[in-house]
């Protein structure tokens, strides 16, 4: 989850396989969003600030299931790839942090595998941040065991959305440059077991009709059935996040970007882009604008496709890809799935990744894309 970004978060439960003999561990995913709380949504209508709210709004989480110590403590946690540490809340966190007492705590006192840290954190989100220590102990994925981990354990947790998520924790996919320092975070961490030929992971998303969604995450491997044709590779601009340069990106036959640097986000609901290029995007897609609110037609009439340049390789959006319902009782908005962020690069998180089937390769330090096999099951 990119620190600057605005919290938005869906729900994957991760159900738990065994190691697969092809050494791959496959880590199925059934993701259900969560409908608008209405009151929420009443607020957001008398405001009119759909561009700035609409992240806290989705209120959809993507989550799975992890362990922590010995013997095992339960957690539901985000895998996110836009960031690299990971963090559970605290048995120690005070009666007052609603958040904290709301989820499941890690309890140091009950593991026998856990090891004292003494070093404070704090972590900076768009709108808010968790705070707390760090402590390191034995994490499970599966069957897969992964002792000495560092991760936080949260006493402070200043974002309301902290209180109303499924997730108890995130556990950070990114690499050690944007990690803790002298930490190393899990994904380095799971692949020093050796548990997998290659250090690799590819993420499977899949938006079904109904708002219902779901995927899964393949560890060690890349699954040839969720895909068609090849995946594209392309080199990472940065090792830190999964980043790399896109070509550019075209609405129409207009191109409205070219050579931007982007991070693939699984913690991220929408595509994130800087504000000079969303206003020009809004109006190539044709959205109407008004009172600084942005609506398109939910039919998808006269709206443009939207094309990624990945090098040699074009990834076309249709409407049906990037058009997002919300609905309320009796009233139904569609907007693009996209924000402005007030940065130079942009972040594909879910919206993107429903549509793309995303490998990444830590050994090669790439990643890569391909078409992902259509939604219907
Ligand atoms: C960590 O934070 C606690 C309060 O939350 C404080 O009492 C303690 O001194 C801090 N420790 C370090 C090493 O900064
Ligand atoms: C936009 O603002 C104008 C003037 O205040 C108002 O008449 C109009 O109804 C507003 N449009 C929407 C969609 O709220
Ligand atoms: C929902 O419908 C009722 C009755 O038709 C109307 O009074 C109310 O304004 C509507 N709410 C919204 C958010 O459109």
Redesign the pocket.
């Known amino acids: 989850m990119l620190q600057t970004r605005l919290m938005i978060l869906s729900v994957l439960h991760l159900y738990v396989c065994p190691l697969a003999k092809s050494l791959m561990l496959r880590v199925p995913l059934e993701v259900q969003s969560k409908p608008l709380a209405s009151q929420q949504f009443h607020s957001f209508l008398a405001t009119e600030t759909l561009k700035l709210t609409l992240d806290n709004k989705m209120n959809m989480e993507y989550y799975g299931r992890i362990s922590m110590g010995t013997p095992p403590q339960l957690f539901r946690v985000i895998f996110d790839t836009g960031s690299a540490n990971t963090w559970l809340p605290s048995s120690n966190c005070p009666v007052s942090n609603a958040a904290c007492q709301l989820h499941s705590r890690y309890k140091a006192h009950k593991s026998k595998s856990y090891v004292q840290n003494?070093?404070?954190f704090s972590l900076a989100y768009g709108n808010g941040h968790v705070?707390?220590?760090l402590s390191q102990d034995t994490i499970r994925i599966a069957d897969a065991v992964v002792p000495g981990l560092t991760f936080g354990e949260t006493?402070s947790h200043y974002q309301p959305a902290f209180i109303t998520t499924t997730f108890d924790g995130i556990v950070g996919l990114g690499f050690s440059q944007i990690g803790w320092r002298n930490t190393t975070p899990f994904l380095e961490l799971f692949c020093q077991q050796h548990l997998f030929q290659q250090c690799l992971f590819s993420v499977y998303l899949r938006r079904m009709p109904g708002e219902l969604y779901g995927g899964e995450i393949t560890f060690g491997g890349i699954d040839e059935s969720r895909y068609t044709g090849d995946v594209h590779y392309v080199p990472l601009s940065r090792v830190g996040y999964w980043q790399f340069e896109m070509s550019s990106v075209s609405v129409g036959n207009r191109q409205i970007a070219k050579k931007i640097e982007v991070i693939l986000d699984t913690g991220t609901s929408l595509i994130l882009m800087p504000i000079d290029i969303f206003d020009e995007l809004q109006t190539a897609m044709g959205a109407l604008i008004e009172n600084g609110t942005s609506g398109i037609s939910c039919q998808g009439e006269n709206l443009q496709d939207i094309h990624f340049h990945i090098g040699e390789k074009k990834f076309t959006f249709t409407p049906a890809d990037y058009v997002v319902k919300l609905e309320t009782s009796n009233t139904t908005i569609c907007v693009g799935g996209f924000l402005p962020i007030y940065e130079s690069f942009w972040v594909l998180g879910d919206i993107f990744l429903t549509r793309i089937y995303t490998v990444y390769d830590a050994d090669a330090k790439r990643v890569g894309l391909a078409d992902a096999v259509s939604n219907e099951n």
């Open positions: 003494g070093h404070n705070s707390g220590y006493l």
